[in-house]
C-alpha cells in the first residue's frame, strides 16, 4: 500500500465551486505540505504543518485553504476555483530526523 | 533566503551518453541537498541526497557531491538508458530542517 495517499487522482469542475483534495499517510510523519506543480514552475509552497495544531502559509497561500484533522489527514480546500488553479497538485510529508520528503502520487485539477 | 537554481531543461540525449544536470544554491549554513526524479504521471521520488560539505550521495548509477565552495549539486549519470526519461528536480532543506525549497525542474529525454 501506499505510504502518502492522494483523493482524487483527477478532477474537473468549474469556475467557482468548491473543491477539497484530500491526503492520507501511514508513515507516522508529523510533517505534512501541499505544493502545486506548474509547467516551468517547478513546485511551488501552498501550505504546511507540523503538527494537528500547526499551520503555516506558503509561497502561494492565496485562494486555499487547508486543515490538518490527525496527524495522518491533510486537506486542501479551493473556496471558489478559477481557472488559474489549474494544475497538479501535489501532498508531501516528512521527518526531521531523515530530512527528505516522501510524496503522494498527485492530483490533476482542471477549472474550466 | 534559500533558494535552488537548476539547469533548464529540455535536454536530448542518446542512450549510453553521459548525463550532467547543474545544480546551485544559495543557503544559510549548511542545508541538506536532494535530487528527486519524477516520471511520467506519477509524484515525486528521492533518487539521493547529502546532508553534509563533500558528501556523495548515489542511487541506480545517479551521483551527486555535495560541494560547498562553489555551492553546488551537480548530477551525473555515466550511461543513461531510456528509462532514466524523467523530471528531474534539485531540492534543498534549510538549517532548520523547517524550508524545503525547489528547483524548477529539468526534463530528460534519453532516446535508444
Known amino acids: 500500500d501506499a505510504d502518502v495517499t492522494q483523493t482524487p487522482r483527477n478532477r474537473i469542475t468549474k469556475t467557482g465551486k468548491r473543491i477539497m483534495l484530500e491526503c492520507s499517510q501511514t508513515k507516522g510523519h508529523d510533517r505534512m505540505y501541499w505544493y502545486r506543480q506548474d509547467p516551468g514552475l517547478g513546485l511551488r509552497l501552498i501550505y504546511y504543518?507540523?503538527?494537528?495544531?500547526?499551520?503555516n502559509k506558503g509561497e502561494i497561500s492565496d485562494g486555499y485553504s487547508v486543515s490538518r484533522q490527525a496527524q495522518a489527514k491533510f486537506s486542501l480546500s479551493l473556496e471558489s476555483a478559477i481557472p488559474n488553479q489549474t494544475a497538479l497538485y501535489f501532498c508531501?510529508?516528512?521527518?526531521?530526523?531523515?530530512?527528505?520528503?516522501?510524496f503522494g502520487p498527485g492530483t490533476r485539477l482542471t477549472v474550466l | 533566503g534559500d533558494s535552488v537554481t537548476q539547469m533548464e531543461g529540455p535536454v536530448t540525449l542518446s542512450e549510453e551518453a553521459f548525463l550532467t544536470i547543474n545544480c546551485t544554491y544559495t543557503?544559510?549554513?549548511?542545508?541538506?541537498l536532494f535530487w528527486y526524479v519524477q516520471y511520467p504521471g506519477e509524484g515525486l521520488q528521492l533518487l539521493l541526497k547529502a546532508t553534509k560539505a563533500d558528501d556523495k550521495g548515489s542511487n541506480k548509477g545517479f551521483e551527486a557531491t555535495y560541494r560547498k565552495e562553489t555551492t553546488s549539486f551537480h548530477l551525473e549519470k555515466g550511461s543513461v538508458q531510456v528509462s532514466d526519461s524523467a523530471v528531474y528536480f534539485c531540492?534543498?532543506?534549510?538549517?532548520?530542517?523547517?524550508?524545503?525549497?525547489f528547483g524548477t525542474g529539468t526534463s530528460l529525454t534519453v532516446i535508444p
Open positions: 504543518s507540523f503538527d494537528v495544531k500547526d499551520i
Open positions: 508531501a510529508t516528512s521527518d526531521l530526523l531523515r530530512g527528505e520528503q516522501f
Open positions: 531540492a534543498l532543506s534549510s538549517l532548520t530542517g523547517n524550508q524545503f525549497y
Open positions: 543557503a544559510t549554513g549548511y542545508p541538506s
